[in-house]
């Protein structure tokens, strides 16, 4: 697809997902859920394709990266330690006009004094918007639905709904979902302090202050990384596999975000999937295995089918860098709506083991018997590694994907052969192989249904699919990625061969039905 046809590709790609079941509104029936997304079949098998193939090449391929499945819930000592509770925080204002919250630093900016046209949409909006801000000493002229003469202010923002740059003071608001653990609701120990303190005169601090301490002892957070496990299981990994530095822990799973922007459907929302690892190098060697796993990356997301010209690495300025991190590069997808974040790459430093140990007053530091100690110079030496964290995102590496896939092909001068494809990776594909009988008499389905079987004795995902005209069932495979069809037809109860038929080129051929399964495994295992 041109570059012409990408401004309306993530509405097509958001009316793919749902047609074809990729990807469902959560609670639909209800209204749904604002940033909630469920994946229906096809949309649950590509995600486990996709993550099956990073975990294949990032642990099955490999001698010195191993796996955890860590818990979601952990100790709230950990994310004190880790920094999460003080920095893993957004600055957010709330516009004074549309009432709209925002991430100041993800604002639109203007320069100071720039004018800043107010849109409400509708004019009854306008007249309301001008007679309250008239009421607090701001005077502007309204048109229509616009208002007219503000300027913007010293900090520049103004609120992306409506342009408006009157805005509240800004606050940081944590990210991390925070939970009850246990078998009382403390909601009830809140009322109670809540009215002793009203009695009491108390002001808006100390009453937080009693609230938090009647919260903090049933509080735990939803992880927001799953980084952070890996880090506190540092000592029990290495020690139980007796591993030796360089080595890895990887991770995939679930993980919360409070975001206050949520868009480009299931680009950015409150829960997702992360595949990460966490790489223990020698001090000093961050550089080095930084660039390592750059290469090795951008390799893995080539591997998977994704067009090399719409990958780019971008190096963080300083001011962008993480609290833990001395330097990171991010994977970018160019996504229709420009390039964005895949993964990051980061050089995490000494950070988070130091933070731990500090935090759990546990030693967590590694012996190397061969390695010379520099400060002694004999042989032996206690450090603390570095690490080095490739850290991808599932649901973004599902989203790109599709992106990356989606073509149309316009057929003819009068639409025939028109048709809309999904050029997925076969590795990714939900559906690897469609078996189709062309009738449903004659003997065509018991046959083809024993084919299907053949293939699940293989490992290998095949869809029994008798329903419509055989051009439609094309049509549809062709839409969810199904690399190969196998018709079964009247040829095949004469000679017992089937055609196949290849999505990307609609080419057709002829093979037999005994060599069926190896053709179309040989197939997936040879596309590069």
């Given at each position: ?308 010209d719409n990958l780019r690495f971008r190096k963080h300025g300083d001011d962008e860098l993480a609290h833990y991190s001395d330097g990171c590069y991010d994977v970018e997808y160019k996504f229709p709506w420009g390039w964005d974040e895949l993964e990051g790459i980061a050089s995490r430093t000494d950070y988070d083991l130091k933070a731990h140990a500090a935090g759990s007053g546990k030693k967590l530091t590694y012996f190397d018997p061969e390695a010379v100690d520099p400060e002694t110079g004999k042989p032996g030496r206690h450090y603390v590694p570095h690490v080095v964290e490739p850290a991808a995102g599932a649901t973004r590496g599902v989203l790109a994907a599709l992106c990356d896939a989606y073509d149309e092909e316009p057929g003819d001068a009068d639409g025939k052969g028109a048709r ?109």
């Amino acid at each position: 697809m041109d570059d012409s046809q990408k401004p309306d590709l993530m509405d097509k790609i958001v009316s793919l997902c749902k047609r074809r079941g990729f990807v469902f509104q959560s609670s639909e029936i209800y209204g749904g859920l604002r940033s909630a997304y469920d994946y229906g079949p096809m949309g649950a098998e590509l995600k486990r394709n996709l993550m099956s193939e990073w975990w294949r090449f990032m642990v099955h391929s490999r001698e010195d990266v191993v796996g955890i499945d860590a818990s979601i819930i952990m100790r709230p000592e950990v994310w004190q330690s880790s920094g999460h509770l003080a920095n893993f925080s957004d600055p957010l204002v709330d516009c004074k006009v549309c009432g709209e919250r925002f991430r100041a630093d993800k604002a639109p900016r203007k320069a100071e004094g720039e004018d800043a046209p107010i849109t409400l949409g509708d004019k009854g909006r306008a007249k309301a918007a001008q007679e309250k801000l008239t009421e607090a000493g701001v005077k502007l002229q309204r048109d229509g639905s616009t208002l007219t003469g503000a300027k913007a202010g010293a900090a520049g923002y103004v609120c992306p709904n409506c342009g408006s740059p009157f805005m509240s003071d800004e606050r940081r608001f944590n990210l991390m979902f925070r939970t009850s653990l246990g078998p009382v609701d403390p909601i009830g120990d809140v009322v109670d302090i809540v009215r002793k303190a009203m009695a009491e005169g108390a002001d808006d601090k100390a009453l937080r202050a009693k609230v938090e301490g009647a919260l903090a002892a049933s509080s735990v957070y939803l992880r927001p990384e799953t980084a952070q496990a890996m880090f506190v299981q540092f000592l029990n990994v290495q020690q139980s596999l007796s591993l030796k530095v360089p080595f890895g822990i990887a991770q995939m799973g679930k993980s919360f975000r409070n975001e206050v922007t949520v868009e480009h459907f299931i680009f950015r929302s409150c829960e997702f999937e992360q595949m990460e690892c966490e790489y223990f190098v020698p001090p000093g060697e961050g550089p080095k295995y930084l660039d390592y796993w750059m290469n090795e990356r951008m390799k893995w997301w080539r591997s998977i089918g994704i067009k090399a010209d719409n990958l780019r690495f971008r190096k963080h300025g300083d001011d962008e860098l993480a609290h833990y991190s001395d330097g990171c590069y991010d994977v970018e997808y160019k996504f229709p709506w420009g390039w964005d974040e895949l993964e990051g790459i980061a050089s995490r430093t000494d950070y988070d083991l130091k933070a731990h140990a500090a935090g759990s007053g546990k030693k967590l530091t590694y012996f190397d018997p061969e390695a010379v100690d520099p400060e002694t110079g004999k042989p032996g030496r206690h450090y603390v590694p570095h690490v080095v964290e490739p850290a991808a995102g599932a649901t973004r590496g599902v989203l790109a994907a599709l992106c990356d896939a989606y073509d149309e092909e316009p057929g003819d001068a009068d639409g025939k052969g028109a048709r809309t494809v999904l050029r997925l990776h076969p590795r990714l594909s939900p559906i690897k192989v469609g078996v189709l009988p062309l009738v449903k008499k004659d003997g065509m389905p018991e046959v083809a249904r024993k084919v299907v079987e053949a293939f699940f004795g293989a490992g290998v995902n095949a869809k029994y699919d008798e329903q419509h005209a055989i051009g439609r069932r094309y049509a549809r495979h062709d839409e969810v990625g199904t690399p190969y069809c196998l018709t079964v037809d009247t040829q095949t109860l004469q000679d017992e061969t089937v055609t196949i038929r290849y999505r990307d080129d609609r080419r057709q051929e002829r093979i037999k039905i005994a060599d069926a399964v190896d053709t179309v495994r040989k197939a997936l295992t040879e596309t590069p």
